[in-house]
C-alpha cells in the first residue's frame, strides 16, 4: 500500500486509511505510526521528485522520509532482531523446559 | 629421617636478585652446623653446570640440581636427579634466555616445551609464600605437584590441618655470603632412609611423612640453628635479669619474617595527651570500615547528585520560555519552512523500565533458586514462574523496540529540523526534556533532605570488645578546620564552610576545588567519631587504653606468623593479665607460634604453657655465657641441647614466686589474712 505520495506539487502521507495529510502537517506520534506500517506492511512512496514538488519545504521532509524509509525497506526486521536479543537465550531456556515438561 | 632443603641460592640472576658474592665455605659451614641431609640448588632462572659440580665435590651429603622458574608470575622450584646433567643444563639455557627483564616469565606451555617429561623432576611451586603460583597454575601441573613451600609453621602447620592443602615444605631460601652470621633453621624433616630424588617426590605425595622437627612431629619445630625446638603453640621464657630472653627475642624477630613483636613498656602511655590523640587516630583508620558502611548509600546519592548542573538547567529553560514567546510574538510572520509541525516538533524520551528489569531478575531468582525449593514450589508452581519470566521478557522486549523505533524516529526528525531552520530565518524553539530537569530536581531535594538528616548527630554502631565498648557516632563538622584536616591537603574550606547548612550550594562549592575528587565529596556532610567506653560506660582512662592496646594487638597477631610479647606484666595489673590476656593469648596459640617472656606468675604458670624455656646467663672465666634449657611444663627437668640440666620446679618457683622460701611465706601471708 502506497503511504507517500507526491500530488498537485505536494507531499502527503496517509493518515488513516484514505486519509491523506499535507506533510507540513506530519508529527513523530505519526511518523511512529508510519514506521510500524513500514515494517509490518508492503509499504509504497512516489519516488522523490524535486520538479514534481514544487513546495520547498515539501520537499525538505519529503526527501528526508523518503531516504531512511528506503533504508529501512533493506532491513525491515532490524528493531525486532536487535530487541529480541536482549532475553533470548533466557526465553528460549523458559519456553524449551516447559515444552519438555509438557 | 631425613633433613632436606631444596631451595638454596649460590649465583645471582640478573634479573631477580641484588648482586652478592657466594661463599662455598658459608654453604658447607650451614649444611655441617645444621646437619643437613640433602639440599638442591635453585638459582632464579639458570643453573650453572660447573659452580654445581664444584659444591657437589666440596660437600659430603646430597646435592641435586635445579632451578627457580619465574613462572605465570609465580615461582617455581623444579629439582632434577643428579645425571644426565648436560641436558639439564640446555633446558635451564632455554628458561634463561626467556627471561629477559624483571616482568618476563615464562607460561606452562614453555615449561612442558623445555622440559618434556616433567614426571622427571619434583615440581615445588611457592604455595603460601610470595610470590605465590596461582592454584589455576598448579592445577594445570598435576599431578606432577604434589607438595608447595611454605613461609612459616603457622602456615606448615595449617597445610597439614587442611585436607585440602599440598604437602608443606619450609626451605630456607638462602643466599650465601661470607657475611652471614646466622642460618635459617627452615628446612624438612621427611620420613626416609635414602636421599635419591625417587624417595624425596615420593615421600612429598604424603603429609604423615613430612615434619618439622625429627623427633616430635607436627608440634613443635626448630627455632635456631643448633636445633633448639618450639612448640607450635604457646612458649614461655622464663629468667633472671639480663639471663638473655629478650636477646632470644630478638634473635627470633630477626631470623623470621612477619613477627608480630609486642615490647616490654611498648604501650604503656608515656605522654597522655600525645598517646590519646595518637590512639583516637589508630582507632578511626581501624574502624573506617563503621563509617564507610554508614556513609555507603549517602555516598551513591551524592555521587548521583554531583553530576547535576543546576545552574545549567535553569538556563536550558530560560531560553526554553524567551524562545516560546518570542515565537509567540512573530506568529504572523512564519514562513512555509516555519509553519510544519515537524520545525518545532519535540523528541521522544526514551523509556527506562528499571522495575521490568528488576521483576525479571526476582522471578529469575525465583525460578532458579534451590535453597528455598520447596517453599516457593508449595506456593507458586514452577511452570506458571516461568511463563512470569517470558511474559516480564517480552514485555521487556516491547519496550526495548518502542525505544529503537522511537529513536530512529528522533533522528529522522532532527535531519529534517536541521534543514528546515538553516531554510528559514525563523527562530526555532530549542527542544528541551523537561523529564530530566524535573526528575533532577527531585534528585536534588530529596538530597538536601537526606544530607540535613545525616547531620543529626546519634550513635551509628556500638561493638562490644571485650569488657569494652567501641562507640562510634556521627558528628556535625565544626569549623573549616576540621573540613580541612579531612581533606589532608593544603585548601582553604571556608568559603564552602559558610554554605556548610545549605547542602546544595555546599556541594556546588566543594565541586569548585580540584583536588578533591568527586568521590570524596561525601566525607564533607558529616563526621564520624569513635570513642572507647569501659564496663561502666565511661570514656577508658590512660591505663585502659593501653589494656584495649593489648588486647586489640594480640586479636590482630593472626594476621602474623609469629607472635612474641616481652613481659606483659610491667605495663598491667594481674587481674587483667589473668582474665582477659590468658584467654586471649591461649586462644592466638592454637593458631600460630606464641612466645612470652615473663616473671610474672600469672603469666608464667597459669596460662598453662605447651613449652618451657629457660634462660641463664654464666661467667665462665669474666666471660658471660648465655645457656638456653626448655621441656615441657610437666617435665621434671628442663634441658639445654648439650644435655644439660636443670630441676623444673627450682626455675619456676625462683622466677615466678622468687624462690621456695618467699613462696611459703607469701602463701603463709594470704592463709593468714584469709582467716
Known sequence: ?102 | MKKIDLHIHTKASPYSDSVYDFSISKLQEYVEKLSIDCIAITNHNLFDLEQFNQISERLENTVLPGIEIDIEKGHLLLISENTELDDFKNKCNQVENLIQSKSDYISVQQLKDIFTDLSKYLLVPHYDKNPILRPEIIEQLKPFITSGEVSSAKKFQYCINDTNSLVPVLFSDLRFTQQMTDFSPRQTFIDIDDTSLRAIKTCLMDKNKVFMHHSDGHRFFQIFENGQKLSTGLNVILGERSSGKTYTLKKIARLYENVKHIKQFELLETDEEKDKKKFDDLLTTKQCGVSEQFLKEFKEVVEDVVKIDRKKNEKRIEIYINGLLKVAAEEEKKDVYSKCTLFNESKFIETKDETLKQLITATQLLIENIQYRTLIDNRIPHEILKELAVDLMKKYEEVQQKNLKERWINSLVANIQKELQSSTAFEHVEDIDFYTILLENEKLRKFEKIATQIKTEKIIEQREVRRFKIVASTRRFTGAQELKNKSGIQTAFSDAFLLYDSPIEFLEELKKKERIPGTEFFKYFVDVSYKILNEHGAEISGGERSEFNLLDRIQHAHHYDFLLIDEPESSFDNLFLKNEVNEQIRQISKTMPVIIVTHNNTVGASIKPDYILYTKKEIVDSIPIYKLYSGNPSDPKLKTIDGEEISNYDIMLNCLEAGDIAYIERKQSYEILKN
Open chain 1, 1 to 102: 500500500m502506497k503511504y507517500l505520495k507526491i500530488e498537485d506539487g505536494k507531499g502527503f502521507f496517509q493518515k488513516n486509511t484514505d486519509q491523506w495529510i499535507e506533510l507540513d502537517h506530519i508529527g513523530k506520534e505519526d511518523l511512529l505510526v508510519l514506521l510500524d506500517k513500514a515494517i509490518a506492511d508492503d509499504f509504497e512512496m512516489d519516488e522523490y521528485n524535486t520538479e514534481l514538488l514544487g513546495n520547498k519545504a515539501h520537499q525538505i521532509i519529503y526527501k528526508q522520509l523518503f531516504q531512511k524509509f528506503n533504508e529501512l525497506q533493506q532491513n525491515k526486521s532490524r528493531f525486532k532482531d536487535e530487541s529480541e536479543q536482549l532475553y533470548k537465550s533466557a526465553i528460549e531456556k523458559y519456553i524449551v523446559t516447559k515444552n519438555s515438561e509438557n
